[in-house]
């Protein structure tokens, strides 16, 4: 039996090359940039940092002592300087960096001049707390304008910031702190979600409580509800940025000198805080930013996520603002106050570039196409995803609801850990694939790998990237042997990402979804993603999540949580049906013993389908760790009927 090899079922044969219109004007119109990047991929790196703001050249662009790497060795830059200062400089400080509509509707703009100002400011208030180079700074902030602000203050004076969700409660918050021995936390009096105000305060104060290291609070008035403020302690942004000089002067930062830790949840336990520094991430950051999304002078680039993931830090702050480009911000819930916001949001301020995840497509999908149909979409050029694998079906929706089938689809892979994007299509020269992420992007090496490390050419492995990029890790905050261990150990200087993959006839790779999640039945291993996207391929669903459950003949017999498309009824019938349709697109191998509807499915706050909970339910286990959980409810309402069913 092959243990170290997964099984590939599914058998996607739709591609979409670039619409002709797309690849004249995009920014990458041949191979040539591959080629050059192939040959000599660090001259390659090195011309893309070249056009960043520099106070000193490098004088190596990379030193690799595996499993660390540096790159741009002996440069100098700041981050801010580059997001801002050379903008204005070049007399784009009247250009729009940021439109941002809030929840209950109001809308700013913030040009690059303001937002330079309002960098310093808070730059100096950091400064005024006591807050030197080097110093950890928190942030705990809904999606407003001000989080850029903070983050790129922290940058400006050399003080790395650990931006955490603000979805997380205050025990997370509390851990991430204390990890990070943050001296500042910049957090708000509350923000809005969903027509309900959220109280950031009082989970900061509760979180502070047992934070040792932290000497002030900076609170943000967002939404006007009475807070308490401990005095000595805690100061309003307002009063203090008021007060504040417009200029600040930037610490000159090493290329290494690190911009910020961001964590992120390992399988089990404490969370990992991952390090990232300043000069090879805002090179990797501002080149995939150009080049995938394509950005030019004139679009209106829309970038989805929170600012507390990694996708908000690279392409949402330090990639379109490195650009100078303009940007879309939304603080709130897709559904608020109604199904339609986002393609409101989209039509309102003409976003040509937008990008999302599979989870919030998913949504949409389950929501109708009504709701896109009731608005001009006719400024959209480029779609993204990224997240997690797309299931073919989802990208197809996608493509002919939001695209309209004019707008290529970039599916990114990448991790908190790679800093930006490593494998996707460039929108002008790739021919698409739903489903595929595609190829690494040129100066990223990615290849398939079994356990010894021998090379697969086509079928299913394990992603490997096998050598240095400049926007990756350098450590796990505090404990580079956990760095080590983690990604480092399963073959010699080879980066192990945890995920799975399969590769096709044209050399596409087709992310299979995490290594863990993997099943095993009757001794083939198989993708979750591809029994997924069986069922999500049939009319009725609209998201589904398998999972292998313990076995006595097949090792493991997989069962399914299956979300319907609004106006669909969960019967008998369409259960066996269900099950059917899979052994009929995939094979009567992956046809699932248990298909269990599901008003929702349990998923992180990120929006990744929480496998290993499903299992525990499956197994009719106590269940695990539910704490990094979007909504607690969903599990335990999931278990209730699974019991139900089984009895
Ligand atoms: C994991 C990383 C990258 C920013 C958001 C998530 C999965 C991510 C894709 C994609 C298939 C994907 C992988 C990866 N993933 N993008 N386009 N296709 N899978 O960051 O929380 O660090 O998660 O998300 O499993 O390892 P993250």
Not at 11 to 37: I, L
Not at 121 to 146: H, Q
Not at 439 to 445: K, M, S, T
Not at 464 to 489: C, F, H, K, N, V
Request: net charge neutral; proline share 6%; with cysteine.
């Amino acid at each position: 039996m092959a243990t170290d090899r997964i099984d590939t079922l599914l058998d996607e044969q739709r591609s979409f090359a670039p619409p002709a219109a797309f690849a004249r004007g995009a920014h990458v119109r041949d191979r040539a940039p591959y080629e050059r990047a192939a040959h000599d991929r660090e001259g390659y790196w090195a011309d893309w940092a070249r056009q960043l703001q520099w106070v000193r050249p490098w004088d190596r662009v990379l030193e690799w002592k595996p499993p660390h790497a540096k790159w741009f060795v002996g440069g100098k830059l700041n981050a801010s300087v580059n997001c801002l200062d050379r903008h204005v400089a070049a007399g784009r400080g009247d250009k729009t960096a940021i439109v941002w509509e809030g929840e209950p509707g109001e809308v700013r703009r913030i040009t690059y001049s303001e937002l330079h100002a309002d960098v310093s400011r808070f730059a100096n208030v950091l400064k005024g707390l006591g807050v030197a180079r080097g110093d950890r700074v928190a942030v705990y902030m809904p999606m407003v304008p001000e989080v850029v602000v903070a983050m790129l203050a922290c940058a400006r004076i050399g003080a790395p910031h650990t931006v955490v969700f603000g979805g997380f409660s205050a025990e997370s918050l509390r851990d991430r702190i204390n990890d990070a021995q943050a001296k500042v936390l910049v957090t708000a009096d509350g923000g809005y979600r969903r027509g309900t105000v959220v109280t950031l305060k009082q989970h900061a104060d509760d979180a502070v409580r047992d934070c040792p290291s932290i000497r002030h609070v900076v609170v943000l008035r967002r939404t006007g509800q009475p807070v308490p403020m401990q005095p000595g302690r805690d100061v309003w942004w307002h009063e203090r940025t008021s007060a504040a000089a417009p200029q600040c002067e930037p610490e000159v930062m090493d290329a290494e000198d690190p911009l910020f830790i961001l964590y992120t949840s390992g399988t089990t336990g404490k969370p990992k805080g991952i390090l990232h520094t300043t000069g090879g991430y805002l090179t990797h950051v501002f080149a995939t930013t150009k080049w995938v999304f394509d950005l030019t002078e004139n679009d209106v680039f829309w970038c989805t996520a929170d600012v507390g993931w990694v996708t908000g830090h690279s392409y949402i702050v330090y990639g379109p603002l490195a650009l100078g480009v303009t940007q879309v911000m939304y603080e709130g819930a897709p559904d608020h106050p109604a199904k339609d916001r986002f393609w409101g949001i989209c039509a309102r301020h003409g976003v040509t570039v937008f990008y999302t995840a599979p989870t919030a497509i998913r949504a949409f999908m389950k929501w109708g196409v009504e709701h896109p149909a009731r608005h001009d979409l006719s400024q959209l050029r480029l779609l993204g995803t990224v997240g997690e694998p797309i299931n073919p079906e989802a990208w197809m929706w996608y493509h002919q609801h939001i695209g309209k089938e004019r707008c290529p689809i970039v599916d990114t892979w990448w991790q908190t850990e790679t800093g930006g994007i490593m494998i996707t299509p460039l929108p002008g020269v790739v021919t698409t694939k739903p489903g595929s992420a595609t190829v690494p992007f040129p100066g990223i090496e990615a290849k398939l790998l079994d356990g010894e490390g021998g090379e697969v050419a086509t079928g299913g492995g394990y992603l490997a990237i096998t050598s240095p990029w400049p926007g990756m890790l350098r450590t796990i905050w505090g404990d580079d042997e956990r760095y080590r261990q983690q990604y480092w150990t399963k073959w010699p200087g080879v980066y192990f990402p945890g995920d799975g993959a399969k590769r096709d006839d044209n050399g596409y790779f087709w992310i299979l979804g995490r290594v863990d999640d993997v099943l095993n039945v009757a001794g083939h291993r198989i993708g979750t993603m591809e029994v997924e996207s069986a069922l999500v391929d049939h009319p009725a669903v609209a998201e589904a999540a398998v999972v292998g459950k313990a076995h006595d003949l097949k090792g493991q017999a997989i069962a399914a949580f299956v979300t319907l498309k609004e106006g669909h009824t969960t019967t008998d019938a369409l259960r066996e049906e269900l099950k059917g349709h899979v052994a009929k697109k995939i094979g009567a191998l992956a046809r699932p013993d248990d298909v269990l509807f599901a008003a929702d499915l349990p998923k992180t706050r990120s929006g990744k389908i929480m496998r290993r909970l499903l299992k525990d339910i499956a197994e009719g286990r106590a269940l695990g760790d539910t704490t990094t959980l979007a909504d607690p409810g969903v599990v335990s309402r999931l278990k209730d009927q699974y019991e139900e069913r089984e009895s």
